[in-house]
Structure formats: C-alpha cells, structure tokens
C-alpha cells in the first residue's frame, strides 16, 4: 500500500520559483510511475509531469517544459516538482500520484496542495 502527502503549495508571483514535495509511505514498485497532476478551477485534472524509475523517462506537459522539473530520490520516500518561472496559468491544486504500469489496482493520490500564481 502507498501512502502520499503533498507539501509546499504557495501563494508566489508570477516569475517565482516553488518546489511542492510529496511524501512517499509504502512500497514503491519500479513498475510504478510517479507523476504531478494539477487541477485548476474549471479545468480538467491534467497531467503535468511523469517520472519511470526503471529506464528514468521523464514526461512534461508542454505549457511547463523547460520550466518545472520533477524528481525524486533513491529511496522511492520523496518526490518533488520544481517550478520555475511561474505564471498565472500554473495556479491549481498540485496532486502527486503513483500508479502502476502494468497493474491498474495500483492507483495512489494525495490530498493535493494548492498554488497560486499572482499576476
């Protein structure tokens, strides 16, 4: 079973910096992808950036790419997203997320942190 807690949400100005961490609990599979969604109001959930542990594939939305970065450290107990120049387009509520690639039983959120972006 895993367990997530997202931290480090914020109110930020635009063309700040914010690094949100997720707090792993639980046995991560290397089958597992770990991944940043977000939710803004009135939009869809959307994924914002996955990590493979195995082959270290990462993926970006492309409203982000060049600006967030996501990692995390060997022993599969933390997560981050890096956020870098930030706009008033990135404020929402920040959700990491495990989810296995081969087993769909394996689905895990956290409660979410909220970003907002002033402009």
């Known amino acids: 079973q895993v367990q997530l807690v997202e931290s480090g949400g914020a109110l930020v100005q635009a063309g700040g910096s914010l690094r949100l961490s997720c707090t792993i609990s639980?046995?991560?599979?290397?089958?597992?992808?770990l991944s940043w969604y977000r939710q803004a109001p009135s939009h869809e959930r959307e994924l914002v950036a996955r990590?493979?542990?195995?082959?270290?594939?990462?993926y970006y939305l492309d409203s982000v790419k060049d600006r967030f970065a996501i990692s995390r450290n060997n022993a599969k107990t933390m997560m981050w997203l890096q956020m870098n120049v930030l706009k008033h387009e990135d404020t929402a509520v920040y959700y990491c997320?495990?989810?296995?690639?081969?087993?769909?039983?394996?689905?895990?959120w956290g409660q979410g942190t909220q970003v907002t972006v002033s402009s």
């Open positions: 997320n495990v989810r296995s690639l081969i087993d769909s039983r394996r689905d895990f």
């Open positions: 990590m493979y542990w195995h082959g270290g594939d990462t």
């Open positions: 639980g046995n991560v599979l290397d089958t597992d992808a």
